[in-house]
């Protein structure tokens, strides 16, 4: 029973995100910490497929982690953080991209893609179906094909 218990125990461990964020990294003022992580954790890691700078080990990331963290250091509020994270490295950096101009087909690509759709299936279901074969030949042309049909 107890390695019943150990063992779930250890599994339970893995439903906790990974932080990457070392030791060295993090502020002595807690406010300015938790200011940071809840930053870096809608930052991109730019070498890592779609994960945030807080989860991952690259030395990429915790170069970010460091900058952003400089940056509230230096008195900077989160938007302009942000602003110049973003400015240096592109809206990629961002987990959740901004609504603008040039996001437009992300953000609205899906739901015009769903019109589209569902528009095509009510074209199909309203388009008159097809006649078959059979229905357009005479009576002589069925007695015909019933007769060869016999051989």
């Not at 940071?36 to 700078?53: E, K, W, Y």
């Not at 990629?92 to 040039?102: D, E, G, I, M, S």
Request: proline share 3%; hydrophobic share 50%; glycine share 6%.
């Amino acid at each position: 029973m107890k390695i019943i218990l150990a063992a779930l125990l250890a599994l339970s461990f893995l439903a906790f995100p990974a932080f990457a964020v070392e030791v060295d990294e993090v502020l002595d003022d807690p406010v300015l910490e938790a200011r940071a992580r809840d930053l870096s954790s809608g930052l991109r890691c730019l070498v890592c497929q779609n994960q945030s700078i807080d989860d991952s080990n690259a030395g990429l990331a915790k170069d970010l982690r460091v900058l952003l963290r400089e940056r509230l250091v230096a008195g900077d509020s989160d938007d302009e953080a942000m602003g110049y994270i973003v400015g240096k490295y592109g809206d990629y950096v961002l987990l959740k991209p901004r609504f603008a101009f040039h996001t437009l087909f992300l953000w609205l690509g899906p739901f015009v893609l769903l019109a589209i759709g569902i528009f095509t299936l009510l074209a199909m279901r309203q388009r008159p179906a097809l006649t078959t074969a059979e229905n357009k030949l005479s009576d002589a042309e069925k007695k015909h094909l019933k007769e060869l049909m016999k051989k």
